[in-house]
Structure formats: structure tokens, C-alpha cells
């Protein structure tokens, strides 16, 4: 009678499975988990990643000799780069002109004594000029700006460097740094006083495209993913800067189209 009941207890109730046996199925689990994990970077990074990098390249030849990032003078880091530009120095004048920026003044005495008063009594000085970035071992070929109301202290700005390699339809490149002043102050590094930047060039990026379409001179706009490895940084000032890592490369229309 008591051998039935233990047979039927058995049946009904089997035993579970021991800790041990729980254990070894979790570390299995995860095991599994993290050979996905590894398979997927390495799928990722080392074949997928340069597969696209190379089309990029191909696609784009000036790629191949393109930084990431302008330099100061003394070579310390200076602003990211985020936007590039196809056309003739004449089209980028003209399509930087029809959507509202100025064409910096040169850097001289006259200049930065005026750019010094107008900033202490807060008058406009819509060529006011910029900082020199440094880039292919040159600076800037090509500057731009747009005031904020009529303080100096605030203003969006942009420099265009030409690139040694043309497209592929062999039409000049001009890749730039685009971002906004929001202050004067000194430096964080040389104690020199210069304009501060806001750490989104992103947004800059976005607003300086946005306005180049309007004008409606842009044939398209290509957006480069992963073109900066490093996301965020300091600039030469020590201004913090960060970035989705993506490049937009605007296509000016040849002025026979426009």
C-alpha cells in the first residue's frame, strides 16, 4: 500500500531540477549570448563597416585624404568638420551669399579693433572676422558668418577649406566646420580672448543646410554616416563639442542650371 502511494507521488510530482543543473543552463544561455554579440561586432566592424567606408571612398575620392578635425595654429585640436560642399568657388560664394551668410573680413589691425569696439558697444559687424583653423596645412580658403542681432559676441559661422582631390565628375570639394558663438570669454587653454562655441555643431550642420536648400541652388544632399569615429571633444579654446558623427555633403547646381 505504501509502495503504491510512493509510486504515485513519483508520477505526479517529479522531482526538479537541482541548482546545479539551473546554473549550467544560465551560463549556457549566456554563453551563447555573448558568441552572438562577438559574431555581430565582428560581422559589423571589420567587414560591413569597411565594405561601406570603401564604396563611401570610391564614391568620393577626397574622402581618402580627409581629417576629421581642423587644428589651431600650435596643432592642438580645433573644430570638428561636418559639412562639405561641391562647386566652383564662384557657385559657393553665390549660394552662400543667396542664403544670408557674409564673407568674413581678413584678420589685421583694422579688423580687430573694430570687431573689439563693436563687440563692447554691442554694434553690428555683419563681416566680422573668425579665428583661423588650420587644415591640409593651410587656413581656411573660404569663411563665412551670420550675425545675432547686433551683438558680435553671438553669431553662426563657417569655414570652407578646398580639398586636394575633386568628385568623381571632377568638380571642386570644399569641406567645412560649421558652428555657432554664443560668447566672448578667454580661452580655456592660452587665456587669449576668443569667441566660445555651443557644443552642438549638429544643430549648426543642420541649420547651414536647411538654409543652403531654401535658396534652392542645392541639386541634393548626401548624408556620410560615421565619418567621425570620435563623437565629442574639446576644441582649441577648450570648448566641448559633440557630433552624431555624420558628414552632409551638399551638390551645388552648375550656375548653367540655376
Given at each position: 500500500?505504501?509502495?503504491?502511494?510512493?509510486r504515485?507521488?513519483?508520477?505526479?510530482?517529479?522531482?526538479e531540477?537541482?541548482?546545479v543543473?539551473?546554473?549550467k543552463?544560465?551560463?549556457?544561455?549566456?554563453?551563447?549570448?555573448?558568441?552572438?554579440t562577438?559574431?555581430?561586432?565582428g560581422?559589423?566592424?571589420?567587414?560591413?563597416?569597411?565594405?561601406?567606408?570603401?564604396?563611401?571612398?570610391r564614391?568620393h575620392?577626397?574622402?581618402?585624404?580627409?581629417?576629421?578635425?581642423?587644428h589651431?595654429?600650435?596643432?592642438?585640436?580645433?573644430?570638428?568638420?561636418?559639412?562639405?560642399?561641391?562647386?566652383?568657388?564662384?557657385?559657393?560664394?553665390r549660394?552662400?551669399?543667396a542664403?544670408?551668410?557674409y564673407?568674413?573680413?581678413p584678420?589685421?589691425?583694422?579688423?580687430d579693433?573694430?570687431?573689439?569696439?563693436d563687440?563692447?558697444?554691442e554694434?553690428?559687424?555683419?563681416?566680422?572676422?573668425?579665428?583661423?583653423?588650420y587644415?591640409?596645412?593651410?587656413?581656411?580658403?573660404?569663411?563665412y558668418?551670420?550675425?545675432?542681432g547686433d551683438?558680435?559676441r553671438?553669431?553662426?559661422?563657417?569655414r570652407?577649406?578646398?580639398?586636394?582631390?575633386?568628385?568623381?565628375?571632377?568638380?571642386?570639394?570644399?569641406?567645412?566646420?560649421?558652428?555657432?558663438?554664443e560668447?566672448?570669454?578667454?580661452?580655456?587653454?592660452?587665456?587669449?580672448?576668443?569667441?566660445?562655441?555651443a557644443?552642438?555643431?549638429?544643430?549648426?550642420?543642420?541649420?547651414?543646410?536647411?538654409g543652403?536648400?531654401?535658396?534652392?541652388r542645392?541639386?541634393?544632399?548626401?548624408?556620410?554616416?560615421?565619418?567621425?569615429?570620435?563623437?565629442?571633444?574639446?576644441?582649441?579654446?577648450?570648448d566641448?563639442?559633440?557630433?552624431?558623427g555624420?558628414?552632409?555633403?551638399?551638390?551645388?547646381q552648375?550656375?548653367?542650371?540655376?
Open positions: 500500500m505504501h509502495a503504491q502511494r510512493l504515485t507521488f513519483v508520477t505526479h510530482h517529479p522531482p531540477k537541482s541548482a543543473v539551473r546554473s543552463f544560465a551560463w549556457k544561455s549566456l554563453g551563447i549570448v555573448v558568441a552572438i562577438l559574431i555581430a561586432y560581422l559589423i566592424a571589420y567587414i560591413v563597416a569597411p565594405f561601406l567606408w570603401s564604396r563611401y571612398e564614391r575620392p577626397w574622402l581618402a585624404d580627409a581629417p576629421d578635425v581642423t589651431i595654429r600650435d596643432g592642438h585640436p580645433g573644430d570638428p568638420l561636418n559639412v562639405a560642399l561641391v562647386g566652383s568657388e564662384d557657385e559657393v560664394k549660394i552662400m551669399a542664403a544670408g551668410w564673407a568674413a573680413n584678420l589685421g589691425i583694422q579688423s579693433v573694430r570687431i573689439a569696439v563687440t563692447v558697444l554694434r553690428p559687424y555683419d563681416e566680422a572676422p573668425v579665428s583661423n583653423l587644415l591640409f596645412g593651410r587656413h581656411e580658403d573660404l569663411a558668418e551670420q550675425p545675432v551683438d558680435p553671438r553669431r553662426h559661422h563657417v570652407f577649406w578646398r580639398c586636394a582631390r575633386s568628385d568623381e565628375s571632377g568638380r571642386p570639394v570644399w569641406i567645412g566646420a560649421v558652428s555657432y558663438d560668447r566672448v570669454g578667454l580661452s580655456h587653454t592660452t587665456g587669449q580672448i576668443t569667441h566660445h562655441i557644443p552642438d555643431v549638429d544643430k549648426e550642420r543642420d541649420r547651414l543646410l536647411d543652403l536648400q531654401k535658396t534652392g542645392l541639386a541634393s544632399v548626401e548624408i556620410i554616416n560615421g565619418f567621425h569615429t570620435i563623437r565629442e571633444g574639446k576644441n582649441g579654446g577648450g566641448p563639442w559633440r557630433t552624431d555624420r558628414l552632409f555633403i551638399g551638390r551645388i552648375p550656375q548653367s542650371l540655376q
